[in-house]
């Protein structure tokens, strides 16, 4: 596979976590560099580590991420994004979720946006390609896209204030429903 279709792949899986780290950097008002370090790493590592299992599980993890792996991620995704909206309409969302003590939370997020990941790995077996350039690639676009998400929804965070946390609760939620609906329609 050359360099530009693994590219292509990699911007595509990255996607989400852009979103998610836009969501949750609209929250902060301290530690923005921080976060964006801490997220880019979590994602960027999730998004790396998916093909890779995909890969090695090969055919098996197809029919398992292919039927439960949109439900899964649907509902992590409305679960954190509901619970976001909830915390911002009390005013105590702070900086949700990427608020101290809700490593969970970003771990859930981590694994929700990298779900897909796991299912082009199992592709990238079945085409019999190597799957170590490809899971570096998407994993350093991941980790630039998500603390650049970071950053820019930070700065976003700033100009619509303690709304912030109800939008990008609802980023959060349409995430998840968009993958539930491209798997049961598309």
Do not use: C
């Not at 197809?62 to 992590?76: D, Q």
């Not at 979720?97 to 929700?112: D, I, Y």
């Amino acid at each position: 596979m050359e360099f530009a279709t693994t590219l292509l792949i990699a911007v595509g899986l990255a996607m989400d976590a852009f979103a998610v780290s836009i969501s949750g950097g609209a929250g902060l008002r301290e530690e923005r560099l921080r976060w964006a370090v801490i997220a880019g790493a979590l994602f960027g590592g999730f998004q790396a580590g998916m093909p890779v299992l995909g890969w090695l599980g090969g055919m098996g993890l197809a029919s398992f991420t292919g039927t439960y792996g949109p439900w899964i991620a649907f509902l992590l995704l409305a679960l954190i994004g509901g619970k976001m909206i909830a915390e911002a309409l009390r005013g105590d969302g702070g900086n949700a979720p990427f608020a101290a003590g809700s490593a969970a939370t970003l771990l859930l997020l981590a694994v929700a946006t990298s779900i897909d990941a796991l299912a082009v790995g199992v592709s990238f077996a079945v085409l019999d390609t190597p799957i170590v350039l490809p899971a570096l690639t998407i994993g350093i676009v991941t980790f630039a896209f998500s603390a650049a998400g970071v950053l820019l929804g930070s700065a976003f965070g700033r100009i619509i204030g303690r709304k912030a946390g109800i939008v990008g609760g609802i980023i959060l939620a349409g995430i998840g429903l968009r993958i539930l609906l491209e798997h049961l329609f598309f």
